[in-house]
């Protein structure tokens, strides 16, 4: 049975956002399909040339977490 693979799974597949059986299931597929790994490489060549971005929340974003889990939630159980 043949199946087609959309952009967004093969984004999904490039961001390790896949099921192992799906993750094979695809391994396999761009072994058959030429035009399935073409689509794969352009997708990963565009992947590599994003920034690499790390983001840090304010501390203050850290502080107001860290009070409202001091809380009594009791209301909550």
Same mark, same amino acid.
């Given at each position: ?15 390790? !956002? ?6 094979? +299931?695809? !391994?396999?597929?761009? !072994? ?34 860290? +009070? ?10």
């Amino acid at each position: 049975m043949t199946h087609h693979y959309t952009e967004n799974q093969l984004i999904q597949f490039i961001y390790k !956002e896949c099921d192992l059986f799906d993750k094979l +299931e695809m !391994e396999f597929a761009m !072994e058959d399909d030429s035009t399935l790994m073409e689509t794969y490489t352009e997708l990963m060549t565009s992947f590599h040339m994003l920034p690499r971005v790390q983001f840090s929340p304010k501390k203050s974003s850290i502080d107001a977490i860290l +009070e409202y889990s001091k809380r009594d939630l009791t209301f909550c159980k």
